[in-house]
């Protein structure tokens, strides 16, 4: 499976952005998505996941009620709307597909494929 991301760029704090990640090369409604950040100097970390059929969400403490993660499974596309935008939302965000399973959607180590990441910059 491969996974490309897009829409990262630089925007102002209480500005908005939509990622998108576009899957191609397996059965998209096969695998959970989800997204991960990592700031310069930091480790990566979760921000949300979706189960494979869209009816199960999980989304971090520090994004819940400012960012809502979709999909599309006739598009191959999961999105990230990301609203409320602050500083410290300045990160490289990944998203990942899982395989269906029992391994937890919150854990970077439970996906199999990764995208190459998407710069998104909020100034203050």
């Known amino acids: 499976v491969q996974l490309q991301a897009s829409g990262g760029g630089l925007v102002q704090a209480g500005g908005s952005l939509r990622l998108a990640c576009a899957a191609s090369?397996?059965?998209?409604?096969?695998?959970?998505m989800g997204w991960f950040r990592q700031a310069p100097g930091k480790e990566r970390e979760f921000v949300s996941a979706?189960?494979?059929?869209?009816?199960?969400?999980d989304y971090a403490d520090s994004v819940k009620g400012r960012f809502t993660i979709s999909r599309d499974n006739a598009k191959n596309t999961v999105y990230l709307q990301m609203n409320s935008l602050k500083p410290e939302d300045t990160a490289v965000y990944y998203c990942?597909?899982?395989?269906?399973?029992?391994?937890?959607?919150?854990?970077?180590?439970?996906?199999?494929?990764w995208g190459q990441g998407t710069q998104v910059t909020v100034s203050s």
């Open positions: 979706i189960s494979w059929g869209g009816a199960y969400t």
């Open positions: 990942a597909a899982k395989s269906r399973s029992f391994r937890p959607r919150v854990v970077a180590s439970s996906y199999n494929y």
């Open positions: 090369g397996g059965t998209f409604s096969n695998y959970d």
